[in-house]
């Protein structure tokens, strides 16, 4: 198979197939605390995408060009945690400057990024999953990011209609919620097997 289509089968394999929030449970922290408007959702999203997209590629570098090299893969965790943090300080500095709007009402959410388990995730998979180009890593990195912000913004427009609909009491808030996110995950359950 040629790369083209390694990139394109790696890309929606990622944003659909083995989407990190609903395949894997990761990153539910942001994804039902930040989703309850589409503008918050989009722009948590975008930040997501790129801290992620930053993160994988360069903990794939430094996993590949220096820990393996040099048999450090025992520190794998502090190495990636320390770019992460990094990737996310870039984000908070870029929204305080240019958005402060946005910077202020994603709260405590926008520096817990750093500690987001889809992000340190996939950049362990990205290992574990044998990814073995700097430009397959960027782009399932990417597609990483694409499918987080789908899912929080799928996320978020059905909790902007909920918040129309007529809810049970008891079902009002967390629960609904917590029942939404449970039937996405087993509505994209359906997309397994399509692509190994």
């Not at 950049?123 to 929080?152: H, K, P, Q, R, Y």
């Not at 967390?174 to 087993?186: F, R, V, W």
Request: contains cysteine; glycine residues 10%.
């Amino acid at each position: 198979m040629d790369t083209l289509n390694v990139l394109i089968i790696g890309f929606i394999s990622i944003v659909v197939v083995k989407n990190l929030v609903f395949t894997k449970f990761l990153g539910i922290c942001p994804y039902l605390g930040v989703s309850g408007r589409i503008d918050m959702a989009f722009g948590m999203g975008l930040a997501v995408t790129f801290v992620v997209t930053l993160s994988g590629t360069l903990t794939w570098m430094i996993d590949n060009w220096v820990l393996m090299k040099l048999g450090l893969e025992v520190t794998r965790y502090v190495c990636f945690i320390l770019v992460i943090a990094g990737a996310v300080q870039l984000v908070e500095m870029y929204l305080r400057k240019f958005f402060p709007s946005l910077y202020e009402s994603f709260g405590i959410f926008l520096p817990l990024i750093t500690t987001n388990c889809a992000i340190l995730g996939l950049c362990l998979f990205l290992n574990l999953w044998a990814i073995d180009s700097l430009l397959e890593a960027v782009v399932v990195s990417f597609g990483a990011g694409i499918g987080f912000t789908m899912a929080i913004c799928i996320m978020a427009g059905i909790r902007e209609n909920l918040n129309m609909a007529d809810v049970p009491k008891c079902l009002k808030g967390a629960p609904i919620t917590l029942i939404t996110a449970g039937i996405l995950a087993m509505a994209f359950m359906g997309f397994a097997g399509m692509i190994r």
